[in-house]
Each structure stands twice: as C-alpha cells, then as structure tokens.
Nanobody, 115 residues
C-alpha cells in the first residue's frame, strides 16, 4: 500500500507564496509519477503539475511560470512552490502518485487566496 500526506496549505493574500509538500510512504517503486491536482468549490478536479521520477515535468497552462514542482526521490517527497498566487488558485490541493498503472491520492490540503 501507498500513503500520501500533504502539508503546507493555508490562507495567503493575493500575490503571496506557499509551498506544499507531499510525503509518500509504503511500497514506492523507483519509477513513478507524482503530481498535484486541485479542486475548487463546484468544479472538477484538475491537473496542476506532474513530475516523473526521471525529472520531466508538466504544468497546467494556468500555473505555468508561477508554480514549480520538484521532488526528492530519496525522501519520496514532492513539492509545489506556488508564487504570485491569485484568488482563482483557491482550492483543495491533492497529491497523486502513479506507479505500475495504479493511482494513489492524498486527502488534500486547502489553499485559500484572499483578494
């Protein structure tokens, strides 16, 4: 089994920054993809950014240039540095790990950006 625990959410003013962390534990394979998704009230969950264990990254257009995803493979941890936050970034942010065709999700951390 795989467990994911997110941290780092909170309340921030527009233009501010936050850094999210997600620690994975359990049976983690060396090759996997970790990522961040978000779900705003009344909306569907959407991709924010992903990073392969080899280092390649992918970003949603709405966050490109403002958010940076990174990972520490030795610690099985993925980070999301969020800068220039906007009120529309308000959402519950979920961590996801994909390996061998299986998806694992964390419980989410709330990010609220005030205007």
């Amino acid at each position: 089994q795989v467990q994911l625990v997110e941290s780092g959410g909170g309340l921030v003013q527009a233009g501010g920054s936050l850094r999210l962390s997600c620690a994975a534990s359990g049976n983690i394979f060396s090759i996997n993809v970790m990522g961040w998704y978000r779900q705003a009230p009344g909306k569907q969950r959407e991709l924010v950014a992903t990073i392969h264990s080899g280092g390649s990254t992918n970003y949603a257009g709405s966050v490109k240039g403002r958010f940076t995803i990174s990972r520490d493979n030795a610690e099985n941890t993925v980070y999301l540095q969020m800068n220039s936050l906007k009120p529309e970034d308000t959402a519950v942010y979920y961590c996801k790990l994909t390996q061998s065709g299986f998806n694992y999700w964390g419980k989410g951390t709330l990010v609220t950006v005030s205007s």
